[in-house]
Structures are given as C-alpha cells and as structure tokens.
C-alpha cells in the first residue's frame, strides 16, 4: 500500500489555528481515502491535486460555512462523513455510487429528504439539533446497519420498520418513550441500546423474530434509575425464547440472558 500526504505551507501571516490544513490520501490500486480539514473555502482546492473518479472514501472535518456542491463530482465516492455545520446537504442526493453515510454535525439537520436517492447500506446520524419536532429518516430498502447518536429531534421510532433489509440497529441517548414493533425486520441479527433511560418498558422486543444478539448499556452519574431496564427485561424473558444472546450492563453490573433466567426462576 501507497501511503501520500500532502501538507499545505502557512502563510507567514497566517493564525496557529489554520496550520491544520491537510490533505491525507491512501491508495491501494484504485482506492483512496481522503481526510480534509476545512478551514476556509480554499482547503477544497486540495481535492484538485487527485482525480475525482479515484477518491473512494471522503472525510470532511468542517470548521466554516461551505457548500457541498463540489462533491457532486465524485461519482465513485462509497464513503462519506461530514463532521461539522453544514446548512444544505442536498448534494450528498448525487452521490449515486454513496453505500456508507456519517453526518455528525453541530448545527441543524431540519430534512434528510434526499436520502431516498441513494442506495445506502450504512447510516449514522449523530449529534444535531433539527427545526423538525419529529424527524424521520426515510424508507431505504438496501440499508444494512443503522446507527443512531444523541439526535433530539427523533423522537417516534416506527420508521425503522420499513427497513426490510436492516441486520444492525444501534440506538444511543435518545428522547424516545417507546421502540417500535420488530416483526417486519427478518434479517436484523443485532440490537443495541446504549443510555436510552427515556424507554418506558421493552416490551416491543418480544415481536422480534430471531435475533443473534441483543445489548442493552445503561449508565447513571449522579441520578436515580428513570427506568430500571433489568426490571422491564425480566418481565419478557419469557417471550425471548428466538433471542441467541442478552447482554445488560447497568453502572458496569453485567447480566446475560443466562442469569436473567435464572433470577426470574427463583
């Protein structure tokens, strides 16, 4: 493997804070991966040093306020993070080659309606706010693992089960009082729950099918149990018969499906 770095010069005028500017690439026979830290408008132009059908995966740690447009022109892109504020992300939609999406932006995501032109097989959506009380992803037939972080503005679950093809679903820190009924995913093998202390119960996951591995991670600092999960998981342990493997970790007290059993049979 190739390995290529490219560093721009400051200028000799120029703050500390702007010597960042970078340009990674790694190649291996036709692939590249590409790290770009956007500090002004003019760190794009760095993408002008390789040849737009050769970047393969493309991370973009954003500072300033950009457009996207430039992206358009990379036609066999398969990956892409955004890690900033980004106020249009419209013309991510003509990234048709796109399989693997990370958006992780400090601003407002108010739409994701430009998802559905895209045939993603990975999603992560981490960290903003939205104008949408109540924001919804859109149906994506061929998406495989969903990831989804500390976005306030989801608070209704149920569009997840439109996605038949779905094997990974990881939820983090959310508002949600509720999940969602499992029975339409046939293919999921994994669930995760990491800090969803808003959940009322779980009961819905006694509608999964078959599923190689649920985990289940709650940790407290300083506050009392809103809801004790080992107390809502108890009470369906018996309609988890098609579940391989529980994992719950509560403030590091682990308990698998094993020894969830076994206490609910005393």
Do not use: W
């Amino acid at each position: 493997m190739e390995r290529k770095k490219v560093r721009t010069k400051p200028e000799k005028n120029s703050n500390q804070k702007r010597i960042h500017k970078n340009f990674t690439g790694v190649q291996n026979t036709a692939r590249m991966t590409v790290d770009i830290e956007i500090n002004s408008a003019k760190d794009i132009d760095l993408l002008k040093d390789r040849h737009p059908d050769d970047i393969d995966r493309l991370n973009l740690f954003i500072y300033t306020s950009i457009s996207l447009k430039f992206i358009q022109k990379l036609k066999n892109l398969k990956g892409l993070l955004i890690s900033g504020s980004v106020k249009d992300l419209s013309p991510i939609s003509h990234c048709k080659s796109l399989k693997e999406l990370s958006i992780s932006c400090k601003g407002a995501v108010n739409s994701l309606d430009f998802l559905p032109e895209l045939s993603l097989e990975s999603l992560k959506l981490e960290g903003f706010t939205s104008k949408n009380r109540n924001l919804v992803i859109p149906d994506l037939p061929s998406l495989k693992n969903i990831e989804i972080a500390a976005v306030s503005a989801i608070n209704d679950l149920t569009f997840l089960a439109d996605f038949s093809a779905i094997e990974r679903i990881s939820l983090f820190d959310l508002n949600v009082q509720k999940l969602f009924g499992f029975s339409t995913l046939k293919l999921l093998k994994e669930l995760r729950l990491v800090n969803m202390f808003h959940l009322k119960d779980l009961s819905e996951l006694a509608t999964i099918n078959s599923i190689d591995r649920i985990y289940i991670h709650e940790f407290y600092v300083n506050k009392k149990i809103r809801n004790d999960k080992k107390a809502a998981l108890l009470k369906i342990m018996p309609d988890l018969k098609q579940v391989g493997n529980i994992e719950l970790n509560i403030n590091n007290e682990k308990f698998s499906k094993e020894a969830l059993l076994q206490e609910l049979s005393k």
